[in-house]
Structure formats: structure tokens, C-alpha cells
């Protein structure tokens, strides 16, 4: 094992790292870098048009941004507690999940997961070549450069992406304070002297919920790869201090955009992301709307590369569990290359008016998510706390086998609690059609999942071989087991 590790090492600017464990002698970075990537990770058009739900639903701006906050600070707390597994274990963050359903039993979670990534390599593509606005209807170069730039980012990889989102954040910050603090000026006063039809007063119950709902999932669904950015953290990060970055990052950057996206619905009629954010802007000053899309465009090319890395970790993890695969630099560039190719078919290929069936798709495969993430939170702080075989995990083979049935157990049962409450474009479970489409959802499967996965490992006969395995582990990578 140590041979190998030191066989992957390498001083291009390329990573060399992919479903590996990152060795203590390759960990750098600081805890405090974690809350400006996930501000600009989250702080992309897609965020603003959650906000739109509340008005739109009859919901005032005020109850809207409480929805927001509440929704928003739900569904952080579980995103943000997947940081601490990066550090500990120095893996990607979906292969840990070997250790709960076993390297082929996690196969489901693997291809929701790769779905969801490039559904949103799809919609960002779109959005970017939007944002852009020089002759949008060219997409065929408009698509392939725009993947192509956020490929390129995921081959350089780690490091690269880091940066990027950090300066990002600063740019983000300077110029939706400008817009922010204009638009919560002038908008109300522009509304009530042009006797427009606006959205600022009301509360509906199913609007509260609607867009609590929609809040709280939108940043549990950044679970799935918050690992990737934390992995190469030294071992013994503070534990409280990296979970309080991810959480503010991620936290501040949902309420900000979605409020201010609650706003613009509550005081432009139809508002359109990209229209409303460019005719807003300009009212500050001719042309400073073309700027602010123009940063977004960037602020989503940037997450575009994000997806990218995180779908080629699942991808290749997946195909590991049947094939073993050496985890080179060569790897990386060709999963990232065939990522790159299956969205610039889909974006080619949907039509227009399929994307809302096609955000419904992406939808479905974020609920195969939430059991996940329940049982990979439970298996981590309150089964293993922390302390993993790593060799058998990345190996797919020994104490943790090819199918777990406790996680898969838990998995399936929570699924199943979820669907009552499924809504969907295309269907709309008995507990969601009693709510008026509030999907309560993620809420039920990371209970029902969590606890039952809790219930099923109390006793587990592989512990003595387990605990063995763990010694071997810490001895090959050079950790001491434990966190």
C-alpha cells in the first residue's frame, strides 16, 4: 500500500488523486479556505431561483426569507458535518460509502449521484450560454466551450478549484452588495409610483412549506461531494472549525441569493433570472447588469467544474467496484473527458420545453440521495465514529465486503418512507398532495433511514475482524485510527 502511494505522487499541475487515499505527506490548505468555496459553490443563478417559489406561491417577502432561513439552516447542518470525513479518512467523499453498503452495494447511490451532476452540467451549460448573450442560439460552440473550459478546470483539479472559488467570493460579494442594497432601495419605491402588481404581502401554509422545503434540499444535495474539497486537509483539523466554515460558506451564500431572489419575485412581475438580474443592474448604472450576469456566467462555469471533478470521483468509484481501476492522472482525464461528452449530448439533444421534466428527473435522483447521506452521517458519528479499514475500502474488498445488507436495508426502507411525500412533475405522493405540493421528503428519509441503520449495527459480528483491519490500515497509511 505504501508503495503505491508514493507511485502516484507527482509534482505536475495536474492531481494526481482521484478514489485514493491522500496520503499526510500530500495534505495541505487551511480549514478557513472551506467557507469561501462553498459561498461561491453556492452562490450561482440556480440558488436565486429558489427564492422565486415563495411569491410566486402568494408567500409575502418577509415569510418568504423566513422560509429561507429556516429551510437553509435545516438542510446545512448535514452537508456541512460530511466535511469532518474528508480530513479523517482523506478520501473522496462517495467511496466512503463502501464501508456502510459495501464497494458494489452502493452502486444506486453512485449512478443517482453521477445523474445529478451532469443534470446540472445541462442546465448550467444552458444558463451560462444565456448569461453570455452573444448570439445564444450558436450553441454549438457555445455548449462544447463552455464544458470544454469547465473540464479543463476539473483536470487541473483540487487546488485550481480552490482558488478559483475563492476569488470568486470576492467578486461575488463586492457586486451583489451593490445590487442587493439597490434593489432592497429601490424596488419598492419603483413598485408602489408605477402601481405595479406586486407580491409583497400574503402567507399561505403550502408556500411556507413549499419553499422551506425546496431551501433545506437544495443544500443537502451538496453532500454528495463535500469530502472531495476537505480530503486533502491535514489529518488533525479542527473538527468544529471546518464544519462552521462549510456551514457558513454554504449557509450565507443560500440565504443571501435566495432572499434577494425573493425580492425581485415579490417586485418584478414574471422575473426571469438573467432578464431581472441585467435590467436591475442597469437601473445602478448602464451596463452594470450585463456585469452582474457576466460574473454570475463565471460564478456557474466554476461550479460546472466542480460537478465535473465530483461526477468523475463517483463514476470512476463506481466502475472500481467490478473492475478495479489504478487510480492515475490518465483516469482523471478520460472520466472527465466522458463526463463532458454525455452533457454536451444531453444539452444538444433536450428541447426547450423539456427542462422542466428533465429538473424533474434530476429531482428524483436527489431523493435516491437523502437515505444516503442519513446513513453515511449515522455509520460515521455514531457506529464507526470516524475510524475506518481505509485499505479495505479503496481495495473494495475484505472486511467490509461487496454488499452490505444493514446499510442496504436502510437505504430501501427509508426510500420507501420517502415516497408518500414525493412531488414531482409527473407524480405527487398522498402526504404531498395534502400539504398542496410541500415535499417534506428529505426530512422523513433521513429520519427513517438514519435511525433504522442505527438500530441495525448496534451489534456487529465483524468488529474484532474490523478492528484488525482498522490497526493494518493505520499502520499502511500512517494514522492512527482515530479522530
Known amino acids: 500500500m505504501s508503495s503505491q502511494l508514493s507511485s502516484n505522487t507527482t509534482d505536475s499541475v495536474i492531481e494526481s488523486r482521484s478514489i485514493d487515499v491522500v496520503p499526510l505527506s500530500e495534505r495541505h490548505g487551511e480549514v478557513w479556505h472551506q467557507g469561501p468555496f462553498w459561498f461561491a459553490g453556492n452562490f450561482v443563478l440556480t440558488t436565486l431561483v429558489v427564492g ?18 429556516l429551510g437553509v439552516g435545516f438542510g446545512t447542518f448535514f452537508m456541512a458535518f460530511h466535511a469532518n470525513q474528508g480530513p479523517t479518512m482523506g478520501l473522496a467523499q462517495m467511496i466512503q460509502s463502501r464501508a456502510q453498503f459495501g464497494s458494489r452495494g452502493v452502486l444506486l447511490p453512485f449512478i443517482a449521484t453521477v445523474f ?18 452573444i448570439f445564444p442560439e450558436a450553441t454549438w460552440f457555445w455548449y462544447p466551450a463552455i464544458i470544454a473550459v469547465s473540464i479543463l478546470i476539473a483536470v487541473v483539479g483540487h487546488d485550481l478549484l480552490h482558488l478559483i472559488q475563492r476569488w470568486m467570493t470576492y467578486i461575488l460579494i463586492a457586486v451583489f452588495i451593490v445590487i442587493t442594497v439597490f434593489a432592497c432601495i429601490h424596488l419598492p419605491t419603483a413598485a408602489i409610483d408605477a402601481d405595479a402588481p406586486v407580491r409583497t404581502a400574503g402567507w399561505t401554509v403550502s408556500g411556507f412549506l413549499v419553499q422551506f422545503s425546496l431551501s433545506a ?16 486537509l491535514p489529518h488533525r483539523s479542527s473538527a468544529p472549525r471546518l464544519i462552521g ?17 425573493a425580492l425581485l419575485a415579490g417586485y418584478v412581475p414574471d422575473a426571469d433570472p438573467i432578464a431581472t438580474l441585467r435590467s436591475v443592474g442597469d437601473m445602478v448604472f448602464p451596463g452594470f447588469g450585463t456585469i452582474v450576469v457576466l460574473v454570475s456566467s463565471m460564478a ?18 463506481a466502475i472500481d467496484g467490478f473492475k478495479p481501476m489504478e487510480p492515475t492522472v490518465r483516469l482523471r482525464v478520460v472520466s472527465l473527458v466522458i463526463v463532458g461528452a454525455v452533457a454536451l449530448a444531453i444539452a444538444w439533444t433536450i428541447p426547450d420545453d423539456y427542462l422542466g421534466s428533465f429538473n424533474s428527473f434530476v429531482g428524483l435522483m436527489l431523493y435516491f440521495l437523502i437515505p444516503w447521506t442519513a446513513v453515511n452521517l449515522v455509520d460515521f458519528y455514531l457506529v464507526r465514529r470516524g475510524r475506518y479499514a481505509l485499505g479495505d475500502i479503496v481495495s473494495g ?16 426502507v427509508g426510500f420507501a418512507a420517502m415516497i408518500p411525500f414525493f412531488s414531482l412533475s409527473f407524480y405527487t405522493g398522498a402526504a404531498a398532495s395534502a400539504m398542496d405540493g410541500a415535499d417534506m421528503s428529505f426530512a422523513v428519509g433521513l429520519l427513517v433511514a438514519g435511525l433504522m441503520y442505527f438500530i441495525l449495527t448496534r451489534r456487529r459480528p465483524e468488529g474484532q475482524r474490523e478492528e484488525e483491519a482498522i490497526q493494518r490500515s493505520a499502520e499502511d497509511f500512517g494514522l492512527t485510527g482515530d479522530h
Open 116 to 133: 445529478v451532476y451532469i443534470g446540472f452540467l445541462v442546465f448550467d451549460t444552458i444558463l451560462v450560454t444565456q448569461g453570455i448573450g
Open 217 to 232: 434540499g437544495y443544500n443537502i444535495s451538496y453532500s454528495v461531494y463535500v469530502s472531495d474539497y476537505t480530503r486533502y
Open 300 to 317: 456557474l462555469v466554476s461550479i460546472m467544474g466542480v460537478n465535473a471533478y465530483g461526477a468523475m470521483l463517483t463514476g470512476a468509484s
Open 397 to 412: 474488498n475484505g472486511v467490509y465486503g461487496r454488499w452490505a445488507w444493514r446499510g442496504l436495508t436502510a437505504y430501501a
Open 245 to 261: 466554515s462549510v456551514y457558513a460558506g454554504a449557509g450565507l451564500s443560500a440565504v443571501w441569493l435566495m432572499s434577494l431572489g
Open 52 to 69: 422565486f417559489t415563495g411569491p410566486t406561491m402568494g408567500l409575502s417577502l418577509g415569510w418568504s426569507v423566513l422560509a429561507i432561513v
